[in-house]
């Protein structure tokens, strides 16, 4: 049981830690998604990304980029470490219980693992999805976030 939570754990931690390093590094372009979309006036407010970031970057400063982050990434780390987690636990039971000796699963196990894996995770973190939505769009209801 011990190298079972050992693993377990493992698969968890690398999970997270894979959600945070891509969503620090994409954050900024996510946020700008974000704001077009919710813009829902007549005539856009910004035309494409680069006249987003220069008028949020104008207008905002610098660490607007990152405004809604802390719940992004507290969001994105138990998402990301709870779907590799469960998908990897749940094909190394398939492959140890189910499949005997064979090392290989078939694409269509893969697939219900990852659909039960996402399903697991997205199940359990998307409240703080929402709050993450709301910080992005309503920029000035969240003053001290960053």
Request: hydrophobic share 45%; aromatic share 10%; proline share 5%.
């Amino acid at each position: 049981i011990s190298n079972l939570v050992d693993a377990v754990t493992a698969r968890f931690l690398a999970g997270a830690l894979a959600g945070a390093t891509a969503t620090g590094l994409t954050y900024p372009l996510d946020l700008m998604r974000a704001r077009m979309a919710a813009h829902w006036d007549f005539l856009p407010r910004y035309p494409n990304y680069f006249a987003a970031f220069e008028v949020v970057i104008k207008e905002e400063g610098v660490l607007a980029l990152y405004k809604g982050i802390r719940p992004t990434l507290l969001g994105i780390m138990p998402y990301a470490g709870l779907s590799f987690m469960a998908y990897e636990t749940l094909k190394a039971h398939w492959i140890n219980h189910l499949r005997g000796e064979q090392e290989t699963i078939s694409t269509g196990a893969r697939l219900t693992c990852g659909a039960l894996a996402g399903i697991f995770a997205q199940t359990t973190t998307y409240p703080l999805d929402i709050i993450r939505r709301r910080m992005q769009v309503h920029p000035g209801l969240y003053r001290n976030e960053l």
